[in-house]
């Protein structure tokens, strides 16, 4: 018991260092720059103009081949790590103002930030070492492999599912204003208040209509066979392309993930760490 309060207050004192959150929220900062290129990513394939692997690792790729861009990478890769820790902490040990169901959701949800910040921290690291395929292409072959197993199609489409579930998510945790419980609204002025929830909104809703579109397509290459669709959000935005009013429509999700960037630089400066 003694060894299991010693490991708890340990990981509190960690869990409050200053440098912690400050390399949070500098992770905050990278994120925000690597939505702010996949929203450029976005608009140039809704304008039909060529673009790099439309998602957040095309991204990381764009952002390296800039002045600095290795340096920027490798610092998007700490910020990214930092956040994944502290999230990692906030799901061990945090929320401890919830009580009861609302603290085990947060809890689960901060599990899961903790898997999504790591994923691009190690793809930013790849991304420096010149060592990252495009990650269309693993997604659509993991697909293959797995269709390729008994059973396999019956995963794919309840990963699909799960993807597609994740969009719905996201775009309900937008639409209700969720996102502002984990805001210090009371350091914001009325104004940056405002500010911040319109784009909150906007951003979590254009990632959630993208990754609900992915996984309706990753459904649709399991019923089908066919793995060429299982492509991730680069497969979900060239798809929005092709629909009708599909430039339209896909030049509202990237202005959208443009706002989830610049609510990202928000959360640098008010997000509760």
Do not use: N
């Not at 039909?48 to 998007?76: I, N, W, Y």
């Not at 659509?140 to 719905?168: C, D, F, K, Y």
Request: charged fraction near 15%.
């Amino acid at each position: 018991m003694s060894l299991s309060l010693d490991a708890h207050a340990g990981a509190s004192r960690m869990a409050r260092s200053r440098p912690l959150e400050l390399l949070a929220r500098g992770g905050f900062v990278g994120y925000g720059i690597v939505h702010l290129l996949f929203a450029w990513l976005a608009l140039q394939i809704a304008f039909g103009t060529p673009a790099g692997e439309g998602d957040q690792s095309g991204a990381l790729k764009l952002l390296a081949q800039q002045p600095l861009g290795r340096f920027l990478v490798v610092a998007v890769a700490v910020g990214l790590a930092a956040m994944a820790l502290w999230q990692a902490f906030e799901a061990a040990i945090g929320h401890r103002a919830d009580r009861g169901a609302e603290r085990v959701f947060e809890r689960v949800a901060s599990a899961g930030r903790t898997a999504v910040y790591l994923y691009f921290a190690w793809t930013a690291y790849q991304v420096h070492r010149h060592a990252a395929a495009s990650s269309a292409d693993k997604q659509q072959a993991l697909s293959e492999r797995l269709m390729g197993s008994a059973g396999g199609r019956w995963l794919v489409a309840l990963l699909g599912l799960a993807l597609a579930g994740l969009g719905v998510g996201l775009v309900v945790y937008g639409v209700i204003k969720r996102f502002e419980k984990h805001l210090e609204t009371g350091r914001m002025s009325a104004g940056t208040r405002r500010l911040a929830r319109r784009l909150g909104v906007a951003g979590y809703a254009a990632k959630g209509v993208a990754y609900g579109v992915a996984g309706a397509l990753v459904i649709g290459a399991a019923v089908t066979y066919d793995p060429d669709k299982a492509r991730g959000l680069d497969a979900a935005l060239r798809a929005l392309r092709e629909q009708p009013y599909g430039a339209s429509l896909l030049t509202l999700v990237a202005l959208g993930i443009g706002a989830f960037a610049a609510f990202c630089l928000v959360q640098a400066k008010y997000r509760q760490v």
